[in-house]
């Protein structure tokens, strides 16, 4: 090829270097903004318990398996316990700890969270740490078996009453930690008090975008309730995470932007092992022993929108899920502070 020709041929095809350029450039710059920081805690858990939900897949899993190599009990709650027990044996070959367990829990089914945790305060001596992992994404307009709409059912309906559950438990291991996974999404939520289930107008993102606040604003009531208690309540985003979590999305797309979708989040989003940092942060780090009622991303500390910060509506959304879980006096007993 002499110079004229090589001119030429850059020429022709200069527009489509420059976008190659571009969109290389931009998917390192995405990359760079969605992996985040990494938990550098080197603290063991050996004799500290570890209750999981949703951890046979993605940073569920990806958490289970950290914990457990600091040498904790890990117990994953699960629904699938096909997926959960293989998923255990992964993780207990993997980090040489035996001492990874399955227990079944369904949070569409508020007569599941009761039995597993009856369960657990049969059978465990102590809990240092729980993790509200588990979660649904803009699927279709379902019900759980209680009838609430499915996302905010699992998302906080399920979390709610099982933390409350295992509260007593919690305090008698002090200090421990509950750490619940939200979203990024609860910047767009609104808690809809007056058709919470939204079943005048469903809308898949509406309604997960108000199960992630109601996580931020739940915790950040728990967390009142627990002051002085040794029990502290966090909560966070993971980031843009590469998981099973976006299923009920692809269907709706066509192949093409499946495909474009596919290749984009291969570059840009966040392994599971990268978007586990910060649960894992939040569950181990020394400088969180005292720390409560936080939203953290990226393992550090953010503001999270002003919606989430409204303590009236903390108040009200807490009060709410009291009613529509059949939480009684009896269970929620450890939830008022030494001082009240």
Not at 66 to 83: F, N, S, T
Not at 104 to 124: C, G, M, P, W, Y
Request: aromatic fraction near 6%; glycine fraction near 6%; include cysteine.
């Amino acid at each position: 090829m002499n110079s004229w020709e090589a001119a030429e041929f850059w020429r022709r095809h200069s527009v489509a270097a420059c976008s190659v350029a571009v969109t290389g450039i931009g998917l390192i710059l995405l990359r760079r903004w969605f992996s985040g920081g990494v938990c550098k805690s080197k603290v063991r858990l050996d004799g500290k318990t570890v209750i999981i939900t949703g951890a046979n897949v993605g940073i569920g899993k990806e958490t289970a398996q950290d914990l457990a190599h600091r040498g904790a009990r890990v117990i994953l709650a699960c629904r699938d316990l096909e997926k959960a027990n293989k998923t255990a044996e992964e993780i207990r070959k993997a980090s040489g700890n035996g001492n990874v367990l399955v227990q079944k829990l369904d949070l569409a089914s508020l007569q599941s969270v009761r039995s597993f945790a009856n369960k657990i305060l049969e059978t465990e001596t102590r809990l240092d740490i729980l993790i509200n992992n588990a979660g649904i994404m803009r699927c279709p307009k379902w019900k759980t078996e209680d009838g609430f709409e499915m996302q905010f059912g699992v998302n906080h309906l399920g979390h709610f009453l099982l933390t409350n559950l295992l509260l007593d438990l919690l305090k008698k291991s002090t200090p421990s930690r509950i750490v619940t996974v939200s979203s990024l999404a609860h910047i767009r939520g609104k808690i809809h008090f007056d058709d919470i289930n939204l079943d005048n107008d469903y809308n898949p993102a509406v309604s997960y975008e108000q199960s992630k606040l109601a996580n931020v604003l739940f915790t950040r009531e728990l967390a009142k309730k627990l002051k002085g208690t040794g029990v502290t309540a966090n909560s966070l985003h993971p980031g843009v995470v590469m998981t099973e979590l976006a299923r009920h999305m692809m269907p709706n797309l066509s192949l093409w932007f499946k495909i474009l979708i596919a290749s984009i989040a291969i570059v840009a989003f966040k392994n599971p092992w990268q978007g586990a940092q910060t649960s894992i942060y939040c569950a181990v780090a020394e400088e969180l022993d005292n720390v409560s009622g936080l939203y953290f991303s990226d393992c550090c500390a953010k503001e999270p929108a002003p919606q989430a910060r409204d303590d009236d509506d903390a108040k009200k959304l807490w009060e709410l899920s009291e009613k529509m879980v059949g939480l009684d006096v009896s269970e929620g007993q450890l939830l008022h502070t030494p001082e009240s």
